[in-house]
């Protein structure tokens, strides 16, 4: 047969075809003389294969809806439907009273074989099969196709030979078509069974207009379509949010991430110049020991010689003294009398010695006062050594890139920073007394004659802490009389005089709230600023020192913030006291132990 007969014999088999067909059939395909004249033999294989087998079709049957069908194929789906007394095409759904005889279509059939010889597309691949995880398409029958759209009208799932109806069919123009999902039974009413296309906002939840007579009568209700705008405007400026969310967090990893490579820059150098510094302290002692060794030992020579030599004298007039003493003996042995005097004033005449009655010498102390004093140089290290090594570890220990933690709201959040301070007996005006572990500082009207310390501060009745604070702290005071001033300063404060240098608040170095017996006062770079709050003898103040927070609270039954001061500390800072005259006093009060964060 030749490609103009077999194509000619196609124009008149689908002409029959489409005379069978129902008029309510929606998914007929019109094809002309002149489009299959166009295509000759390229038909694709689908229009040629069973629906419920998807195979080319094998002894094809022709039902009365006029859908094809293999024969064994069509059986199958009958007996199954045996039990309903009805039986429907699997395509169309047209229902038949009586089961309908089948008679093989041999024209179909003759077709079918034809195609055979003059070649058809490949079967559809395996990955076009719905697998566990696809949509199905809900007209397959046997194996079945994956769908590529949903309606939500029909609430069925269609693949791309089935939805054609949809696209070409104007019944179906209203028909709403989204992306297979597997939750399209969930759009049905349960009580009504229908599609639900209202939305209760009371309930939350999408019924059926018929609901709204029963159990949402009354109910704040909208089309399920206005629901969906006004949770799409919602959904928008959530994903704008959600947008905006994730260009912030791709800023702070990049912030982050440069923190990161500044804090190894940093770590590396500092540990590369803390090695320097140690390495010249270390050179710096050595060259100490060996200047002392190297003095001992001259000092040990020079005595040595001095004394061996002094010896040395010693031992030659000893011998003399026993030349003369040897020959004044003879002399007494001597019976001439006359020989006696005359040999008397040679051998009694001794030469001058250079010994003096006695020699004086000193306690056997002799390099012990340089052991002495080589142990005070260790022990003054050892301290500095110390102190220093708690600002440093302190240092250490709060480097810190995140940023600082929420100020505590409690007491007991604030004990979780508590600290131990004590004051320094070297920094306290000879007007002030310590004890209590040099924790409570007192007015004292006799002077006090402690020494002239570098540190002391001589016209103001203050005092500082031995501890240099840094990182996260707290502590509380208890004072008593005419008034106190609670402050924090640098060490390298100015000490020697009366100046405004000199003075807690007055300068830029020191910050202090004055407590006096009826008001507070905030004082600093002697800019004073009144405080109000509950008066009380206790006084908690909290330092952030990394993040430059310095707060004072009234502690009693509770805790009243009193003021916070927000700054930039650039050194570690020190307690500092002033007591406002006779017998006023201050104590750092022993709080409950806690690890420091």
């Not at 195609?115 to 395996?126: E, F, I, R, S, V």
């Not at 940023?403 to 004051?423: D, H, M, N, V, W």
């Not at 009366?498 to 003075?503: D, P, T, V």
């Not at 020190?574 to 009060?589: D, I, M, N, Q």
Request: proline letters at 4%.
């Amino acid at each position: 047969m030749g490609v103009t007969s077999f194509v000619c014999f196609l124009i008149m088999f689908f002409r029959s075809e489409l005379k069978l067909r129902s008029k309510k059939e929606t998914d007929t395909v019109i094809i002309t003389e002149g489009e299959m004249a166009q295509k000759g033999v390229q038909l694709d294989e689908e229009a040629f294969s069973c629906s419920i087998c998807l195979d080319l079709l094998k002894d094809p049957v022709t039902i009365p809806c006029g859908h094809s069908y293999c024969m064994n194929c069509i059986k199958s789906f009958w007996d199954e439907e045996d039990g309903k007394k009805l039986h429907s095409c699997p395509q169309c759904r047209q229902t038949f009273t009586q089961r309908p005889v089948l008679v093989k279509n041999t024209m179909l059939a003759v077709l079918v074989e034809q195609l055979k010889k003059t070649g058809l597309q490949a079967a559809p691949a395996d990955h076009c099969y719905a697998g566990p995880e696809d949509v199905a398409c809900d007209v397959c029958t046997g194996r079945k196709l994956k769908a590529v759209k949903s309606c939500l009208v029909c609430l069925v799932s269609y693949c791309e030979k089935h939805l054609q109806p949809h696209y070409k069919s104007p019944a179906f123009k209203k028909h709403k078509l989204v992306e297979p999902s597997k939750n399209l039974q969930e759009n049905i009413c349960s009580h009504h069974d229908e599609v639900m296309k209202m939305f209760c906002c009371t309930d939350q939840q999408c019924i059926y207009f018929h609901c709204l007579v029963d159990e949402h009568r009354g109910h704040d209700t909208v089309s399920a379509a206005a629901e969906r705008t006004e949770r799409q405007r919602e959904l928008k400026g959530s994903r704008q949010k959600i947008q905006q969310g994730i260009q912030d967090r791709d800023k702070d990893v990049k912030v982050l991430q440069q923190e990161v490579e500044a804090l190894n820059r940093s770590a590396e150098k500092t540990v590369e110049d803390s090695e320097k510094i140690f390495t010249e302290l270390i050179r710096l002692i050595e060259k100490r020991r060996s200047d002392v060794k190297q003095q001992i030992r001259s000092q040990q020579e020079t005595e040595v010689s001095r004394v061996k030599e002094l010896q040395e004298k010693l031992e030659q007039e000893i011998t003399e003294l026993k030349r003369k003493d040897a020959e004044l003996e003879q002399l007494s042995h001597t019976e001439d009398h006359n020989q006696f005097p005359h040999n008397y004033p040679s051998l009694s005449q001794l030469s001058e010695s250079t010994h003096t009655s006695s020699i004086n010498i000193r306690p056997l102390r002799y390099f012990e006062d340089v052991t002495a004093a080589v142990s005070e140089l260790r022990d003054q290290l050892q301290d500095i050594l110390r102190q220093t090594w708690t600002n440093i570890s302190s240092l250490v220990t709060q480097v810190d890139v995140l940023l600082p933690q929420a100020e505590p709201k409690t007491r007991a959040g604030f004990l979780k920073y508590s600290c131990e301070i004590t004051l320094d007996p070297n920094t306290a005006n000879n007007y002030l007394v310590l004890s209590q572990g040099n924790r409570k500082v007192t007015f004292t009207s006799p002077y006090q004659s402690y020494s002239r310390d570098a540190e002391r501060f001589t016209d103001w009745f203050q005092v500082l802490s031995r501890e240099s604070l840094t990182g996260r702290c707290y502590w509380e005071m208890e004072w008593r009389g005419k008034g106190v001033f609670l402050a924090v300063a640098y060490k390298n404060m100015s000490r020697r005089g009366c100046s405004e240098k000199c003075g807690f608040g007055l300068n830029d170095k020191s910050w202090a709230l004055r407590c006096f017996q009826n008001t507070f006062e905030f004082c600093f770079n002697n800019i004073k600023t009144p405080v109000s709050g509950p008066q009380s003898p206790r006084i908690g103040v909290y330092l952030d020192h990394r993040a430059g927070i310095l707060s004072f609270y009234s502690v009693s039954e509770t805790m009243t913030l009193l003021l916070r001061v927000q700054t930039s500390f650039t050194q570690p800072l020190h307690v500092g006291l002033y007591l406002l005259g006779f017998e006023s006093t201050a104590e750092l009060c022993k709080l409950p132990s806690s690890s420091r964060h």
